[in-house]
């Protein structure tokens, strides 16, 4: 398993934008697909964003065309783009990392989860 910390959750208005950011450890971050799922009160964690090895990219139908999923492989970062934020984005949002396809990603996503970043969104 990779070691992974996120940053950048916070409070934001409807229609603001935050960046989180997720950081693994070690060398093999290149060879890894990673993503993000949420889970807000009260719902099952859902799946958001996920960028593969090739940066082809999937998403959640509910945040397509407001969020951007994208990779720096030189820092081992994954970073998720949300514009255009809406109250029932708030959630605590967890980075998930492992090596397989975008097809391949498990049901409960792969083994490697970071400690997840709360994201309010409230006027």
């Known amino acids: 398993q990779v070691q992974l910390a996120e940053s950048g959750g916070g409070l934001v208005q409807p229609g603001g934008s935050l960046t989180l950011s997720c950081t693994a450890s070690?060398?093999?971050?290149?060879?890894?697909?990673m993503g993000w799922y949420r889970q807000a009160p009260g719902k099952q964690r859902e799946l958001v964003a996920f960028?593969?090895?090739?940066?082809?990219?999937k998403y959640a139908d509910s945040v397509k065309g407001r969020f951007t999923i994208s990779r720096d492989n030189a820092k081992n970062t994954v970073y998720l783009q949300m514009n255009r934020l809406k109250p029932e984005d708030t959630a605590v949002y967890y980075c998930?990392?492992?090596?397989?396809?975008?097809?391949?990603?498990?049901?409960?996503?792969?083994?490697?989860w970071g400690q997840g970043t709360q994201v309010t969104v409230s006027s």
């Open positions: 070690g060398s093999i971050f290149r060879w890894l697909s």
């Open positions: 998930n990392a492992g090596a397989g396809s975008l097809s391949e990603i498990p049901s409960g996503g792969f083994s490697s």
């Open positions: 960028i593969d090895t090739g940066s082809t990219t």
